[in-house]
């Protein structure tokens, strides 16, 4: 049985919301009030007029929640396809991350302030610690750093400088260590999840705490659309692989954010207002992919 399904559809945590038609346009709610749009675009590893006319194309395509980071080194790409876009920034939910190197306070207040000037905005939506440890030294000790870095992002936060403060890549001890040491519960976890990798015990915990869960590599970079049961099932929903992929994951009530430089996969992408009957739901939960 998909217990973190079945937990959504019975929790009566006031944060979650059963999914409505047009997607592109629905939200999540988290834990401090923060509206978000239920679907993102990612932007990893797009870089200069590539990633600029991405999410410009993403913006005409109704997509109203874009994810950028500082060691993508878009964020100027980003910004400038934001606000040539003429939408109101209110009405765009914005994300970057800190490079996961960083880890001291007075270091990360730097770095936020730095990612303002790149996007040309003067404050964020969503601000993540992009790793538990810096890409160079993955799975060290770094729990007093990740503290000293989170408190930097509280103090953002209750400057007003950012709406919501979270976390990426992080695991359950890693969460915890946060937890136990700051004012603040993480109000997001961007994490790899896809068909194939559930991370259920993941998203239990982070359920457990009324952490968001947000899904980068939705489509498993690429293995998905190829599947052969995950194709026979887009058929018989008249969808394509990728809108399935993506479906699956919002009918656990995760924030898939997908990514893409093709225009046409970029407007398939927000069509995802379907249902994915529970039977089904089981086998893509239970498929085993390379």
């Given at each position: 049985?998909?217990?973190?399904?079945?937990?959504y559809h019975n929790?009566?945590?006031?944060?979650?919301?059963?999914?409505?038609?047009?997607?592109?346009?629905?939200?999540?709610?988290?834990?401090?009030?923060?509206?978000?749009?239920?679907?993102?675009?990612?932007?990893?590893?797009?870089?200069?007029?590539?990633?600029?006319?991405?999410?410009?194309?993403?913006?005409?395509?109704?997509?109203?929640?874009?994810?950028?980071?500082?060691?993508?080194?878009?964020?100027?790409?980003?910004?400038?396809?934001?606000?040539?876009?003429?939408?109101?920034?209110?009405?765009?939910?914005?994300?970057?991350?800190?490079?996961?190197?960083?880890?001291?306070?007075?270091?990360?207040?730097?770095?936020?302030?730095?990612?303002?000037?790149?996007?040309?905005?003067?404050?964020?939506?969503?601000?993540?610690?992009?790793?538990p440890w810096p890409?160079?030294?993955?799975?060290?000790?770094?729990?007093?750093?990740?503290?000293?870095?989170?408190?930097?992002?509280?103090?953002?936060?209750?400057?007003?400088?950012?709406?919501?403060?979270?976390?990426?890549?992080?695991?359950?001890?890693?969460?915890?260590?946060?937890?136990?040491?700051?004012?603040?519960?993480?109000?997001?976890?961007?994490?790899?999840?896809?068909?194939?990798?559930?991370?259920?015990?993941?998203?239990?915990?982070?359920?457990?705490?009324?952490?968001?869960?947000?899904?980068?590599?939705?489509?498993?970079?690429?293995?998905?659309?190829?599947?052969?049961?995950?194709?026979?099932?887009?058929?018989?929903?008249?969808?394509?692989?990728?809108?399935?992929?993506?479906?699956?994951?919002?009918?656990?009530?995760?924030?898939?954010?997908?990514?893409?430089?093709?225009?046409?996969?970029?407007?398939?992408?927000?069509?995802?207002?379907?249902?994915?009957?529970?039977?089904?739901?089981?086998?893509?939960?239970?498929?085993?992919?390379?």
């Open positions: 049985m998909l217990f973190a399904y079945w937990w929790s009566k945590q006031p944060w979650l919301r059963r999914i409505t038609m047009g997607v592109i346009n629905d939200f999540y709610t988290l834990d401090n009030g923060v509206k978000i749009p239920k679907l993102g675009f990612g932007t990893a590893p797009l870089n200069g007029e590539e990633a600029y006319q991405a999410v410009r194309e993403a913006l005409d395509s109704g997509y109203r929640h874009i994810d950028t980071a500082q060691i993508y080194d878009n964020e100027e790409e980003v910004g400038r396809a934001i606000k040539d876009s003429q939408l109101n920034r209110k009405d765009i939910f914005l994300t970057s991350k800190l490079d996961p190197a960083i880890k001291t306070h007075d270091a990360a207040i730097e770095a936020f302030d730095q990612s303002l000037k790149r996007l040309q905005t003067d404050y964020l939506d969503l601000y993540l610690i992009h790793a890409w160079s030294e993955i799975g060290s000790d770094q729990r007093s750093g990740n503290i000293e870095v989170f408190k930097a992002f509280e103090k953002l936060y209750e400057e007003g400088r950012v709406k919501a403060i979270g976390i990426s890549n992080f695991g359950v001890d890693d969460i915890d260590n946060l937890i136990n040491h700051c004012k603040i519960t993480p109000h997001v976890n961007q994490i790899k999840c896809h068909i194939g990798h559930a991370q259920e015990a993941m998203i239990i915990h982070c359920n457990k705490h009324n952490i968001l869960v947000e899904a980068y590599s939705p489509l498993g970079r690429g293995n998905i659309v190829s599947h052969p049961t995950i194709r026979t099932l887009a058929d018989k929903y008249d969808v394509t692989a990728a809108q399935l992929a993506l479906r699956y994951l919002l009918e656990q009530n995760l924030l898939p954010i997908p990514r893409s430089k093709n225009p046409d996969h970029i407007r398939s992408n927000t069509k995802v207002d379907f249902k994915i009957d529970n039977e089904d739901l089981s086998t893509l939960f239970n498929l085993e992919l390379n």
